[in-house]
């Protein structure tokens, strides 16, 4: 569960007194995990400022924001950026231009790592896992991996971006524990004691059978190691499975809007896949009302600063297009008349 409880930022850009804007008048929103919202409103009316507070890169006046329960308000962007996938509008943005489609994939990969030397270039190893995912994408990119990311379209790097913004970064279990005990929604000493019972038992069943592949006499050398490395392929996937808390949350702001409208379509299903196969809690900005009714679970409407409209399921299925647009002009009667 994400929420923010009661959060305001101002910006005052000369310092003078009367140039004081708030972009966010106590905002209460609680996010569900796994759920999709899709969110709408004129410019200026607080958008980017409410991904930009949960993302971290800026600070509320004041309120909290909380992840799974946890005070995550003065956690800084990058200790937080591995719980968040950003897509922003520019498609220069999310990728490095003069590094080719396998290197940017390596960096995504690596970026939860927190204490392993940034490295430039790629491995062989990850390949095939980066092959499997861009597969996922049919967009042919698994046959440019060595193309520069900066010769690509707009389309195909956001795409890219969507894939880097949605991998799992594969930290180490270490900070896999770490981050447990601080995320999980558990008490600290409940999700310690979880994440340290179920480590042992399947350390020691692996090393169990690790022994008795070692001992049988029947195995050639290969076969053995070749045995001992699924099992810990498959050691390794079931803690991961259960405690990488990494890339739960996906923060798109206008990601599709400077893409042509067929791109556009393409990468915004694409979205919807990724977001629903890997159940991610998604936030997605836009400004095309279709698309806002068409996709997500839920809706919402800024104004000012303000949410006026917050509608899901059947209630969010009834509203048209003309429905939003009547609510966004009585919106702006009524601030006049204020
Ligand atoms: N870094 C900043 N410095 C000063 N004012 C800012 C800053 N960021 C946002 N604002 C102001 O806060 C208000 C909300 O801005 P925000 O970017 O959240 O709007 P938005 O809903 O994303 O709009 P748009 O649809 O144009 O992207 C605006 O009045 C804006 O001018
Ligand atoms: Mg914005």
Redesign the pocket.
Known sequence: MLELKNVTKK?N?TGALDDE?I?LDNISLAISPGEFVTII??????????LNIISGSLKPDSGIITLNGRDITKLKEYQRAAYFGRVFQDPMKGTAGDMSVLENLEIAYNRGRRHSPIKWGFSEKHKEYFINELKRFDLGLEDRLSQKVGVMSGGQRQALTLLMATMRNNPTYQMMRRDYILFSGLKEEDARKEFDQEFSSKKAILDEHIRTIKLDSSISKNDKKEMIRNAKDEFDRQIREKFDLTKQILLL??HTAALDPKTAKKVLELTNKVVRENKMTTLM?T?NMKDALTYGDRLIM?HL?HIILDVKGKEKEKLSVEDLLKMFDEADKKAENE
């Open positions: 910006f850009l804007r972009a409103g004129g410019n200026g009316s607080g958008k980017s400022t409410t702001d206008e900005v400004h800024f600063g």
